[in-house]
């Protein structure tokens, strides 16, 4: 009797996604032949600490490999193969041809259970001149880069002009100033982090500008030239070095070549267990399709995290376990300059342009109790649905405590509480790592305090029209404060003595504002209790408001 065959999986594309599959499934199963087909020269690279090498900042590129075939081979007994490319499946036959650059050879290699983990390419720009500037998505990507940062390419780079200002794009322009190169980062938006809503990026941006880069928002690149890149405004910025950030495409070629079904936006389409329209196939990472936690669609995510948990999740429903991707909510976080950034679930401006009706709360807490040492603020941002109270989404920005105020948000939105729910949260508490009533507390009191209709607010990009509608606006700063600078003609009526006070105010709608809105909510809920309903808070105070507009 002849000894049963032992299935096969075969994994395209050894990083993230595809060396999570991969090593879960031998735990799941050792009896199993786990291939594993890299088209690249590593596997198993931390593709997230790229820019910081670029800077510096990780000192030993050996420090990025996490895992080398061999490694792989001799803990899980995986069969890892780089410089291995698939480039045909023959689905009927369940095969795969690859092709072996260091043979100069091309095979055929046999599946149970194929599982497209091939990632996302770095989008390069349709403008002349595109083919000078470098991309940052794998380890050869970042020593082309270096090679020329270090004039072993070319002769030593000093200015550098880095198109796109998102995440990638961002921590580019950090790392190759801590270089001493001059930095220019250039944006089509309006606004560095376009993710993020222009309020909370105008700090990210603010922090930018003073640290020596030069940022131009609302900026096209018309086309790069051997020394420099030209603005469609006829700007030249010098460039020694240019590198693209400005977005990825799933690599989907494969996929698409083999018949199976393919998004609007080139991601493969899978199932909740990530099972693409042929079942005996899988897709999972930057290539496949993802679903949106509030509102179901189709979206594609280019997120490590999430990743990483696809390749887990697949290796268990190939292994006989009935579990499903949940939706994601595209929690992402960014560091620049000792600044962070984050956000999860939609911005304002993507809830508004759905046409959707949202509650906005912006609050300015400290990172942990002003009386210990160090305090500082942070600028925390939450969107609520007015219907619900459910959490829409959140941002924040700060030097500290911005990342773990976001990641609670995150785990109340995963695990379905409402807005309000946050002021009952139980969250650590001493004096240097946070307040009795921490900043999402606050977030949670603000939203339980408008749903109750305990008061009302208005926002920052409503004051104009407030002015025009003939309301008055208060100001209940201190005089010293008000002095410093206020709102457009806004009347100055310290907290302290609008009790007294009151009756000099004039008929009609009144909005108060304050540095932060706390004192505008007491304002508020005071003057209301003395009779005049027709009253609002300003969201976020005075300081939103500057953040905002840039006074």
């Given at each position: 009797?002849?000894?049963v065959e032992?299935?096969?999986?075969?994994?395209?594309?050894?990083?993230?996604?595809?060396?999570s599959?991969?090593t879960?499934?031998r735990?799941n199963?050792e009896?199993?032949?786990?291939?594993?087909?890299?088209?690249?020269?590593?596997?198993?690279?931390?593709?997230?600490?790229?820019?910081?090498?670029?800077?510096?900042?990780?000192?030993?590129?050996?420090?990025?490999l996490?895992?080398?075939?061999?490694?792989?081979?001799?803990?899980?007994?995986?069969?890892?193969?780089t410089?291995?490319?698939v480039?045909t499946i023959d689905?009927?036959?369940?095969t795969?041809?690859?092709?072996?650059?260091?043979?100069?050879?091309?095979?055929?290699?046999?599946?149970?259970?194929?599982?497209?983990?091939?990632?996302?390419?770095?989008?390069?720009?349709?403008?002349?001149?595109?083919?000078?500037?470098?991309?940052?998505?794998?380890?050869?990507?970042?020593?082309a880069?270096?090679?020329?940062l270090?004039g072993?390419?070319?002769?030593?780079a000093?200015s550098?002009?880095?198109?796109?200002?998102?995440?990638?794009?961002?921590e580019?322009?950090?790392?190759?100033t801590?270089?001493?190169?001059?930095v220019?980062?250039v944006?089509?938006e309006?606004?560095v982090?376009p993710p993020?809503?222009?309020?909370?990026a105008?700090?990210?941006?603010?922090?930018?500008?003073?640290?020596g880069?030069?940022?131009?928002?609302?900026?096209?690149?018309?086309?790069?030239?051997?020394?420099?890149?030209?603005?469609d405004d006829?700007?030249?910025?010098a460039?020694?070095?240019?590198?693209?950030?400005?977005?990825?495409?799933?690599?989907?070629?494969?996929?698409?070549?083999?018949?199976?079904?393919?998004?609007e936006?080139?991601?493969?389409?899978?199932?909740?267990?990530?099972?693409?329209?042929?079942?005996a196939?899988?897709?999972?990472?930057?290539?496949a399709v993802?679903?949106?936690?509030l509102?179901?669609q189709?979206?594609?995510?280019?997120?490590?995290?999430t990743?990483?948990?696809?390749?887990?999740?697949?290796?268990?429903?190939?292994?006989?376990?009935?579990?499903v991707?949940?939706?994601v909510?595209g929690?992402?976080?960014?560091?620049?300059?000792?600044?962070?950034?984050?956000?999860v679930?939609?911005?304002?401006?993507?809830?508004?342009?759905?046409?959707?009706?949202?509650?906005?709360?912006?609050?300015?807490?400290?990172?942990?109790a002003?009386y210990?040492?160090?305090?500082r603020?942070?600028?925390?941002?939450?969107?609520?649905?007015?219907?619900?109270?459910a959490i829409?989404?959140a941002?924040?920005?700060?030097?500290?405590?911005?990342d773990?105020?976001?990641?609670?948000?995150?785990?109340a939105?995963?695990?379905?509480?409402?807005?309000?729910d946050?002021?009952?949260l139980?969250?650590?508490?001493?004096?240097?790592y946070?307040s009795?009533k921490d900043?999402?507390?606050?977030?949670?009191m603000v939203?339980?305090?408008?749903?109750?209709?305990?008061t009302?607010t208005?926002?920052?990009?409503?004051?104009?029209?407030?002015?025009r509608?003939?309301?008055?606006?208060?100001d209940v700063?201190?005089?010293?404060e008000y002095?410093s600078g206020?709102?457009?003609d806004?009347v100055?009526?310290?907290l302290?003595?609008l009790r007294?006070?009151?009756?000099e105010?004039?008929?009609?709608?009144?909005?108060?504002?304050?540095?932060?809105?706390?004192?505008?909510?007491?304002?508020t809920?005071?003057l209301r209790?003395?009779?005049r309903?027709?009253?609002a808070?300003?969201?976020?105070g005075?300081?939103?408001?500057k953040?905002?507009?840039?006074?």
């Amino acid at each position: 009797m002849s000894a049963v065959e032992p299935r096969c999986t075969i994994v395209v594309g050894g990083v993230a996604a595809g060396m999570s599959a991969a090593t879960r499934l031998r735990r799941n199963d050792e009896h199993r032949r786990v291939v594993v087909l890299e088209r690249g020269a590593h596997v198993s690279f931390a593709n997230c600490g790229l820019p910081y090498h670029v800077g510096g900042v990780i000192e030993k590129r050996d420090d990025l490999l996490l895992q080398t075939p061999t490694s792989l081979a001799a803990r899980f007994g995986l069969d890892v193969r780089t410089r291995h490319e698939v480039v045909t499946i023959d689905r009927d036959r369940r095969t795969v041809v690859v092709r072996a650059f260091d043979e100069d050879r091309e095979y055929e290699e046999s599946y149970d259970e194929l599982v497209l983990a091939t990632g996302a390419r770095a989008v390069r720009p349709p403008i002349p001149g595109a083919e000078r500037a470098h991309t940052l998505r794998d380890l050869d990507d970042m020593d082309a880069i270096l090679a020329v940062l270090d004039g072993s390419s070319v002769a030593v780079a000093r200015s550098v002009v880095v198109v796109g200002a998102g995440f990638i794009g961002i921590e580019l322009a950090e790392n190759l100033t801590r270089r001493g190169l001059g930095v220019a980062l250039v944006e089509r938006e309006a606004q560095v982090l376009p993710p993020l809503d222009v309020e909370m990026a105008g700090l990210v941006d603010a922090r930018l500008r003073a640290h020596g880069v030069d940022v131009r928002t609302s900026a096209g690149v018309a086309r790069i030239d051997a020394d420099e890149v030209v603005l469609d405004d006829g700007t030249r910025l010098a460039a020694d070095l240019v590198v693209t950030a400005v977005g990825v495409v799933p690599e989907s070629g494969l996929a698409e070549r083999a018949g199976l079904a393919v998004g609007e936006g080139g991601g493969v389409e899978v199932d909740p267990q990530q099972r693409t329209s042929d079942p005996a196939i899988f897709a999972v990472g930057d290539v496949a399709v993802k679903r949106d936690a509030l509102n179901g669609q189709a979206t594609l995510i280019p997120l490590a995290q999430t990743a990483n948990r696809q390749g887990r999740l697949v290796a268990d429903v190939i292994a006989g376990r009935d579990v499903v991707a949940p939706p994601v909510l595209g929690t992402a976080v960014v560091g620049a300059f000792g600044m962070t950034a984050a956000t999860v679930g939609w911005s304002e401006k993507r809830v508004r342009a759905a046409g959707r009706p949202v509650r906005v709360i912006h609050t300015h807490p400290s990172d942990h109790a002003g009386y210990y040492p160090g305090a500082r603020a942070i600028a925390l941002k939450l969107l609520v649905d007015p219907r619900t109270d459910a959490i829409l989404g959140a941002q924040g920005v700060g030097e500290a405590g911005v990342d773990k105020r976001i990641d609670v948000i995150a785990t109340a939105m995963r695990g379905g509480l409402r807005a309000s729910d946050l002021a009952d949260l139980e969250l650590a508490y001493a004096p240097q790592y946070g307040s009795a009533k921490d900043p999402v507390n606050m977030l949670g009191m603000v939203a339980d305090n408008l749903a109750a209709g305990f008061t009302d607010t208005v926002q920052w990009h409503e004051v104009d029209e407030v002015a025009r509608s003939g309301a008055t606006v208060i100001d209940v700063r201190t005089p010293e404060e008000y002095a410093s600078g206020t709102l457009p003609d806004a009347v100055n009526v310290p907290l302290d003595e609008l009790r007294h006070r009151h009756q000099e105010l004039p008929e009609g709608r009144l909005v108060v504002t304050c540095a932060v809105g706390q004192r505008g909510h007491t304002a508020t809920r005071l003057l209301r209790q003395l009779g005049r309903e027709d009253v609002a808070n300003l969201d976020g105070g005075y300081r939103t408001w500057k953040q905002a507009v840039g006074v």
